[in-house]
């Protein structure tokens, strides 16, 4: 669950982002640096990240601040679900990643579906949108939103990409070591629970 200074941090961030933006005043300008520089030690400070990439990742973007989308892919096959294994930690996800502009989500889970298990898919329909701040991934400092796509093969065959070493079917009892950045096991639980019921609802934090 998101940790106090954590949720300190992003919003002092989105503050003095908003504020770079849209202010005209000298003085005011120079304020919201100092806001932003102040998420930039406050996340260098409790995590082992190195300054410069906070300064990239967390504090370089401009305008509004809004929340990322992880747009994840839920392939069902004989029982078991679609899994791939990251390069970044050697561990099991969800296929799936950032949204990117000027696709839409089902657009976005097709590509990220084929390029990181080889698999051609068929979007059916939506099936939930997490906030992570609710779930128990590491800290992170995005807000981000997930929504899962449940979709189904059309074409393709298991295969490795650019950020993937493999692909495979696991079942709810004998999940691989997850990649819990990207996935955590009770939402992998809940989406064979929401696949075994038939259940058309749609999960929303």
């Known amino acids: 669950m998101q940790l106090k200074w954590l949720e300190w941090a992003k919003q002092i961030q989105s503050i ?7 202010s005209k005043d000298i003085y005011d300008l120079d304020r919201f640096e100092q806001l932003r ?3 930039i030690e406050i996340m260098n400070t409790y995590t082992d990240v190195e300054i410069d990439k906070i300064k990239t990742l967390f504090a370089s973007e401009t305008g509004y601040a809004t929340p990322k ?10 029982g078991k679900i679609l899994m ?5 930690d050697n561990a ?8 990117d502009i000027g696709l839409s989500p089902k657009e976005v889970v097709v590509k990220e579906i084929q390029e990181e298990s080889g698999y051609i898919v068929k979007p059916i329909r939506l099936l939930g949108i997490l906030d992570k701040k609710f779930h128990h991934h590491p800290p992170s400092p995005f807000h981000v939103y997930k929504i899962f796509i449940h979709c189904e093969i059309t074409g393709g065959e298991a295969t490795g990409g650019m950020e993937t070493l493999e692909a495979g079917f696991f079942d709810e009892d004998h999940l691989p070591e997850l990649s819990v950045e990207r996935n955590t096991e009770q939402q992998i639980k809940s989406l064979f629970l929401q696949m075994k019921s038939g259940s058309q609802d749609v999960f929303v934090d």
């Open 84 to 88: 791939v294994k990251e390069r970044l």
């Open 16 to 22: 003095s982002q908003a504020g770079l933006a849209y």
């Open 69 to 78: 989308v992880d747009v994840r892919g839920v392939v069902f096959h004989e």
């Open 92 to 99: 099991w996800a969800l296929p799936g990643g950032w949204a």
């Open 37 to 39: 520089n102040l998420s």
